[in-house]
Nanobody
Framework: QVEIVESGGGEVHSGESLKLSCVASGFEFSGFDMSWVRQGPGKGLEWVSSIDRAGRRPWYVDSVKGRFTISRDNAKNTLYLQMNSLKPEDTAMYYC???????????????WGQGTQVTVSS
């Protein structure tokens, strides 16, 4: 069955870094565009970043450009999100998701993980 497991979340201070990972199984990882989506306290889902299935083309929401880097290792069925210069407004549950084609609209995504919590204090 399909399984996506995120890890790497935690509690940090403003300006610090975290690297999220998600390991996928049960589907052809290299055949899907992959994304990170977050949900802050009391907020809706927010698309953060996506990467094409080859790992060559990334997309980012404006608020994380220059601070976050998405990457993937298809040989390891793993997606990453390097988060630098973290801010309190980055506090959220971060989800890894798979889609047949790139979209900044999370409702179109096919497979989802359970999420990993990132908390940034000032």
């Amino acid at each position: 069955q399909v399984e996506i497991v995120e890890s790497g979340g935690g509690e940090v201070h403003s300006g610090e870094s975290l690297k999220l990972s998600c390991v996928a199984s049960g589907f052809e990882f290299s055949g899907f565009d992959m994304s990170w989506v977050r949900q802050g306290p009391g907020k809706g889902l927010e698309w953060v970043s996506s990467i094409d299935r080859a790992g060559r083309r990334p997309w980012y929401v404006d608020s994380v450009k220059g601070r976050f880097t998405i990457s993937r290792d298809n040989a390891k069925n793993t997606l990453y999100l390097q988060m630098n210069s973290l801010k309190p407004e980055d506090t959220a549950m971060y989800y890894c998701a798979a889609a047949w084609a790139y979209s900044p609209c999370p409702v179109t995504y096919t497979f989802w993980g359970q999420g990993t919590q990132v908390t940034v204090s000032s």
